[in-house]
């Protein structure tokens, strides 16, 4: 372990963290808005349920480096490459999960609200999609810490985040680099992750803790 | 007014839930509807806000056919209550009371304040308000949902098993508590229930259904003990309806016998020559303390003071004038002397009552119930 490695670097570094982040959180991010809708239709109406599932495990299948090569006709050798990739990927965890969250809401809040005069779309938005928050959050937060760790294949198509130290320590044989690769993503996970617990505490003050 | 003009709900698969259903709900009163599951009573509650389309037939809300009307607007002006609560969890215990005034576009802290004066209404602390739903108990939910309902002060109430859910003491005091809460608001209340108890004691009218939908019997719950129908609304009451009918006699011109009362510091000499089996001791204000048998007097001295002699006990009494003749007859039978104490508003000794007595009082009323209930 070579220390004085870290702060001749650190620039660097810094970089291959953020961009690392990026790829982490943006897809997960567009994967939720777009699994909103997504979820919100498949849990309304059951029968579009079953094969949207069934579509979203065949993405989840593909290995993403075969992904990432596959979009490169459409894309090339860009982050939007693996931003699209990651985006699918994230889809994929978080649309059962807002599923699951609308499923979970109590029968008797949603009859309750009908009786009171809520319309179907007050009702959605005031009442359901609040109450499946925590299911919703849970699912994004495998979907953030997932992508963060899946970037760094990024690399094989040349897209730079915390990858680029793998590679490099690899060809160097220079484990430092490594370790403080595998570090990084590790706690860039963990902070993504803290905060996304976060998050559900202020949206979710009614909840037990 | 709640008016069904033939309703009839008939499911896809040809199940019929309710059919031709005529039945008038007075306004200002609570009807009751009763009867096994599967019966349709919960449909026809639901028909009322349409949260169930009937099939056929008119329900009319107030003169209105609800049918007529955007269910979104006619259900804001409908206080419903259910049995699971259907409070909102996301929602303090403030905000789930106040919102249908801002679905109507109350301002929130109008519509707060507005919260806080119906906890105080249905009997909960207004402290409560700003807690959430899971932090309260189950009867205290209940009550919420019943302010929940009140809250934008509609004409009608449907209440579906309201009280089901809660232990049976708690569900007595709502049961009370909705009773209270109707003589003060007058309130158009529909309330489903498959327990008979509390359709007669909540109810001012009760529709007993049979399976599929059809009614054996719609009255005051007194006709439902006295004069039901047929077979199967004898049945449905219960076979002690006899006694449940006794909670309609009222106990105020009864004949109290005061001879086997005495004051604590009479004699044995004095008890003895009233000739009674029983004597009841009372203390100084007249509160009643303990029977004393016969031949307890004849083992002691004649000068004896009563207060000074073992005494059993006279806990059960019933209070003359306010309770009802099944309260007298309770107390009789839970008397080792075989007869009810009565006593006044203040606790004070009115007299005692024997079998005879009540069996006499039971057979006065029952005539004139039966020539036209002026009780």
């Given amino acids: 372990m070579d220390w004085s490695w870290i702060p001749s670097n650190s620039g660097q570094i810094l970089q291959l963290t953020g961009e690392n982040a990026y790829l982490g959180i943006v897809p997960a991010l567009i994967g939720l808005v777009i699994a909103l809708p997504l979820g919100i239709a498949a849990a309304r109406w059951n029968w579009f349920y079953p094969p949207t599932l069934t579509v979203l495990n065949i993405i989840y299948a593909i290995p993403s480096l075969a992904l990432f090569i596959a979009l490169i006709p459409a894309f090339g050798l860009t982050d939007t490459n693996v931003v699209i990739a990651l985006t699918l990927y994230s889809l994929c965890v978080i649309t059962p999960n807002v599923v699951a969250g609308l499923r979970a809401v109590p029968a008797a809040a949603r009859q309750a609200a009908t009786a009171m005069g809520y319309g179907p779309a007050r009702r959605l938005l005031t009442v359901e999609l609040p109450l499946a928050v925590p299911v919703i959050i849970a699912g994004l937060r495998v979907a953030v810490v997932s992508g963060i760790s899946l970037a760094s294949i990024g690399q094989l198509i040349g897209v730079s985040q915390l990858g680029y130290l793998f590679i490099d320590g690899l060809q160097r044989s220079f484990p430092t680099e490594v370790y403080v690769g595998l570090v990084l993503i590790i706690a860039l996970a963990i902070v993504c992750d803290l905060l996304l617990v976060g998050v559900r505490r202020i949206l979710t003050p009614w909840e037990a803790r | ?375």
């Avoid at chain 2, 005529?22 to 009763?34: I, N």
């Fill in chain 2, 1 to 375: 007014m709640i008016t069904f003009e033939r309703v009839t709900k008939r499911y896809a698969d040809g199940t019929v839930a309710v059919d031709a259903l005529d039945l008038e709900v007075p306004a200002g009163k609570t009807m009751v509807l009763v009867g096994p599951s599967g019966c349709g009573k919960t449909t026809s509650l639901r028909m009322i806000n349409r949260l169930v389309e009937p099939t056929e037939g008119r329900i009319l809300v107030d003169g209105r056919d609800a049918l007529r009307q955007d269910p979104v607007k006619l259900r804001r002006g409908i206080g419903y209550v259910i049995q699971q609560t259907g409070l909102f969890p996301h929602r303090t215990i403030e905000d789930n009371v106040a919102t249908v005034p801002l679905l109507l576009g109350a301002r929130r802290a109008a519509a707060r304040g507005r919260a806080r004066e119906l906890l105080e209404l249905v009997g909960l602390d207004p402290a409560l308000g700003r807690r959430y739903p899971r932090q309260l108990s189950g009867g205290q939910q209940q009550r919420v949902g019943v302010a929940r309902a009140l809250a934008a002060d509609p004409p009608v109430l449907l209440m579906d098993e309201p009280f089901s859910a809660v232990d049976p003491v708690v569900r007595a005091s709502l049961q009370d508590e909705l009773i209270r809460l109707q003589t003060e608001l007058r309130k158009t209340v529909v309330l489903v229930t498959h327990d008979v108890e509390e359709a007669i004691k909540v109810g001012d009218q009760v529709a007993l259904y049979r399976p599929h939908g059809t009614l054996a019997q719609v009255g005051e719950p007194e006709d439902l003990l006295g004069a039901p129908a047929d077979d199967y609304v004898r049945d449905f009451v219960g076979f002690d309806r006899g006694i449940r009918r006794l909670s309609f006699f009222g106990t105020g011109d009864l004949d109290l016998d005061t001879s086997p009362v005495l004051a604590g510091d009479a004699t044995v000499a004095d008890a003895v020559s009233t000739g009674a089996p029983w004597v009841l001791v009372t203390a100084d204000g007249g509160r009643p303390t303990g029977w004393v048998p016969r031949h307890r007097l004849d083992a002691a001295g004649s000068a004896t003071a009563l207060r000074d002699l073992a005494a059993d006990h006279c806990e059960h009494t019933f209070t003359a004038g306010t309770d009802s003749l099944r309260a007298a007859l309770d107390a009789a039978v839970l008397s080792p002397a075989g007869q009810a104490v009565a006593v006044d508003g203040a606790g004070k000794t009115a007299g005692v009552l024997g079998y005879e007595q009540i069996r006499a009082a039971i057979a006065a009323r029952a005539a004139d119930g039966a020539r036209g209930k002026d009780r």
